[in-house]
């Protein structure tokens, strides 16, 4: 029987067993044997694979996390780290591989697949932070900016109740995806992401005049890599222009990347899994499949990289109107 390896790596992200699922289920309607790498690139290169039968996925689809577990290796980075993860797939007589990993995991096979031509690759985008480019939605998304908005929905209850101005801080890296996201689903009175250079002068202002006509709340929702520097360095900014207003800082951190995924993302992993074994079995290689315009679609490794989310004039003016 021909034989598949799939592992997940790089940071964690919901939606992953879901994703396992889908592959382990098509590969063995296709005729594969399926092989799970525990602990990503480590796991490859040290031979911890296991195989992988319907009974072990059965049940895992809502489940965060990643049965097969997830790490990231600097063994991997070097060439003599991605020989040994070489020769591990001959010794086992594996010739096709899946990863599902981030935008780092993707570039690693990328390297991996111009090293060892021999070894039929498919990616598979993974990132809460859905900065991948070639792809509308990258697995975990969505269920991080769920949880995003559940989080400040709750912390508006307590900035109501008390008239404080909660700033949080939502996850990333240096796009404002679920910044503006979570921003625009709580009703946020500013909503600060790198994509945009908002004008400090034009956010206080706003602010200022949102104090003064409403009396009660205020939310500011911050992106991590927003060049201001984070949730503690806007409240510095806010106390000295606004007074001794009762601010609050909320850094959400972890909880973004773990929980059950939701719907979107089950279904988003089910398909990219499924059509990643489909490509595959088809004789693609090489190539990391995508989410584009309601179609899965595959580009190559090579073209793989990060991205930034691109504010037309209409996502900066509702931007504005919503925010003021
Ligand atoms: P993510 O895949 O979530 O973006 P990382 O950027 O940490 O997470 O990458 C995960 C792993 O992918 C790294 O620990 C490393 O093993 C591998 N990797 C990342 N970048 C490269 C690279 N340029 N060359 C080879 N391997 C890489």
């Known amino acids: 029987k ?7 790596s790089g940071g964690d992200a919901p939606g992953l067993n879901a994703c396992i699922n889908a592959v382990v289920r098509t590969a063995i309607y296709y005729n594969y044997s399926v092989l799970g790498v525990r ?19 059965n049940d895992i689809i809502h489940l965060g996390g990643t049965i097969l577990k997830t790490s990231r290796s ?21 010739d096709h591989l899946i990863v599902i990993g981030g935008d780092g995991s993707l570039k690693g096979t990328s390297i991996f697949s111009k090293e060892y031509n021999d070894i039929s690759i498919i990616g598979i985008p993974k990132t809460i932070d859905n900065d991948i480019s070639g792809t509308d939605y990258s ?19 307590t900035a109501e109740s008390h008239n404080r101005i909660f700033i949080v801080e939502v996850m990333g890296r240096d796009a404002g995806y679920i910044a503006y996201g979570t921003g625009l689903a709580t009703g946020a009175e500013g909503i600060l992401i790198p994509e945009t250079h908002m004008d400090h002068v034009y956010l206080l202002d706003n602010l ?47 909880i973004q990347r773990g929980g059950s995924p939701t719907a979107f993302d089950r279904i988003l992993a089910t398909q990219l899994g499924n059509m990643a074994v489909t490509f595959l079995n088809k004789g693609a290689k090489n190539v990391m499949v995508g989410f584009q315009r309601q179609e899965i679609i595959t580009i190559p490794l090579k073209d793989v990289g990060r991205r930034s989310m691109s504010l037309n004039e209409k996502a900066l003016k509702l931007l504005e109107i919503m925010t003021s």
């Open 208 to 254: 200022r005049r949102n104090w003064h006509e409403k009396r009660s709340s205020l939310i500011l929702i911050v992106a991590e890599g927003d060049e201001t520097g984070g949730a503690r360095r806007v409240a510095e900014e806010i106390t000295n222009y606004l007074g001794n207003k009762e601010i609050r800082i909320s850094i959400l951190g972890h």
């Open 39 to 57: 602990d990503g690139y480590e796991g490859l290169i040290t031979g911890r694979v296991m195989k992988l039968d319907l009974t072990d996925v």
């Open 2 to 8: 021909r034989k598949i390896a799939v592992l997940t």
């Open 74 to 94: 600097e063994q991997f980075k070097i060439k003599e780290g991605r020989f040994l993860a070489y020769e591990q797939l001959k010794q086992k007589d594996i």
């Open 139 to 157: 697995i975990g998304y969505d269920t991080a900016l769920n949880t995003a908005v559940s989080a400040v929905d709750k912390l508006r209850d």
